[in-house]
């Protein structure tokens, strides 16, 4: 493949940005095609690049006992776009990254927009990419233009499946009762940048609790069009009314579990808590976590303000729903990400079946490095599965399947993952005592455990860049 050829990247949201800026790192050219702002979406906001759309939080950012602060760690470590704007505009948020959300996309679409090798393309790409573009990688999330998602099913033969995602409100923070809500994060963790006071937090008696809870089953919500009916939601970012449906103590052990913070007023834990996490630098602004909700506007205003502290809420905006769509990728990808009918097309994102801001981008990361390889004629091997990011590979392209080539993709559905434990193979031997010879017992053992496996990914990973940074350890394309 001739190295004047730009690679084409359609979509410049986490995983487009991502994609185009480790293509451009590696010498070669770059076109980025986002359709916005000539053609919007019913989720997006600007025509930034990287746009949160939904919360302002990466989770976790604590790389030795959560799979997402190593997922964070890993792209840091592999030069992630996203990574360095989101740990430049970093919020108070206990132990998640959480960022200023407005200055984190104008940060990434500065850095793309001046890069001499990326070209930007405010056009939609209609349909398939034209055939003269022999290297694309199509990054255009859950929230793909009608004629090209219509174009890659027609492509693949497959039915593109989907899912719901909500979105939280938004309030406004000196419109919080700060005489009921207190700050505290749970058992006052420090997260990066943070206080251990990072989450302001509205208390619920029993009483309270229920009546909430009544309020949410009975709330007028958004009918979906028939043939939106019968599409699931993915169990990570349920609507809260959903999650209250499915009984009446779900919530208080999901979003409004009160476990680690006491409420000052009773030097106790509450019955249940609503969080609120900030959203803005200026600390203005502050949203609802875990409250994705489907409930019309009005609905929203009225069941919120039961909330004790939030009597007064004044909304900067509203919770909504949009639906996402995502491939069968483990039939239809190949392990570089190329769709195996047609190869010159790869995919990078939500639409591969990862969920989650990091995880998106961390697939946009991969897929601009293959991308690259091609371009420069070599053959990239993709990081091993100990690592996360070759996990998360692994995820998408059937390597959690049991089945052979033959059935990929076939006898269990396919789902949307977030980055996790169970998705990197098991140690060989986990941990059975601690440092100092005492035997580790129940939960002690388990975060051992969880510690000695991202220790072994953060030396994979190295072994794995080192190799990919040397030329003469890559092997030509076949």
């Not at 994609?19 to 010498?27: C, D, P």
């Not at 948020?93 to 990434?108: I, K, N, T």
């Not at 090798?117 to 055939?131: A, F, K």
């Not at 929203?300 to 009597?311: D, Y």
């Amino acid at each position: 493949m001739s190295r004047s050829k730009p690679i084409h990247v359609i979509g410049a949201g986490l995983a487009g940005s991502e994609a185009a800026h480790q293509i451009a790192a590696t010498g070669v050219p770059v076109v980025l095609h986002e359709m916005r702002p000539g053609r919007s979406t019913d989720a997006h906001k600007s025509d930034g690049f990287a746009e949160l759309v939904c919360s302002n939080s990466f989770r976790s950012d604590d790389w030795e006992n959560n799979a997402v602060g190593l997922l964070h760690e890993e792209m840091r470590r592999a030069n992630s776009l996203i990574m360095q704007a989101a740990d430049r505009h970093k919020l108070p948020a206990g132990g998640a990254l959480a960022v200023d959300r407005d200055a984190f996309s104008a940060d990434v679409t500065r850095t793309i927009e001046a890069h001499p090798l990326i070209t930007v393309d405010r056009r939609e790409v209609g349909g398939l990419p034209p055939l003269d573009w022999p290297n694309v990688i199509v990054a255009t999330g859950p929230l793909t233009s009608p004629a090209l998602s219509s174009a890659i099913a027609e492509l693949t033969g497959e039915g593109a499946l989907a899912f719901f995602d909500a979105i939280a409100p938004v309030i406004h923070r000196d419109s919080v009762d700060t005489s009921i809500a207190w700050f505290q994060s749970r058992y006052d963790k420090a997260g990066p940048g943070g206080t251990g006071a990072d989450y302001l937090n509205c208390p619920m008696d029993k009483d309270q609790y229920n009546g909430f809870v009544d309020a949410l089953l009975a709330g007028d919500k958004t009918v979906f069009k028939e043939w939106e009916a019968s599409t699931p939601y993915f169990d990570g970012c349920l609507p809260v009314e959903v999650m209250a449906e499915r009984g009446r103590e779900t919530l208080r052990f999901g979003p409004m579990k009160p476990v680690g913070l006491d409420d000052p007023r009773t030097g106790r834990w509450p019955y249940a808590v609503v969080q609120l996490r900030q959203d803005n630098a200026l600390g203005t602004l502050w949203n609802m976590v875990g409250f994705q909700t489907k409930l019309k506007h009005a609905e929203q205003v009225r069941i919120f303000r039961m909330i004790p502290g939030l009597e007064n809420a004044e909304f900067a905006r509203l919770g909504g729903l949009h639906r996402n769509t995502y491939l069968n990728s483990p039939k239809l990808l190949d392990r570089t990400l190329r769709l195996q009918v047609d190869p010159r097309l790869r995919f990078a994102g939500q639409i591969t079946g990862v969920e989650g801001y990091i995880e998106s981008a961390a697939i946009g990361l991969l897929a601009g490095r293959f991308a690259a390889a091609d371009a420069l004629d070599r053959r990239l091997v993709g990081p091993p599965p100990t690592t996360a990011l070759g996990a998360l590979l692994d995820h998408i392209t059937g390597g959690h399947l049991i089945a052979d080539d033959a059935n990929r993709g076939g006898g269990r559905s396919f789902q949307p993952m977030n980055i996790n434990y169970g998705l990197i193979p098991d140690l060989s031997a986990a941990p059975t005592h601690d440092a100092d010879g005492k035997k580790l017992k129940g939960t002690e053992r388990g975060r051992a455990k969880k510690q000695a496996m991202s220790r072994r990914a953060l030396v994979d990973l190295a072994v794995w860049l080192d190799t990919i940074s040397d030329p003469s350890h890559r092997q030509p394309a076949a």
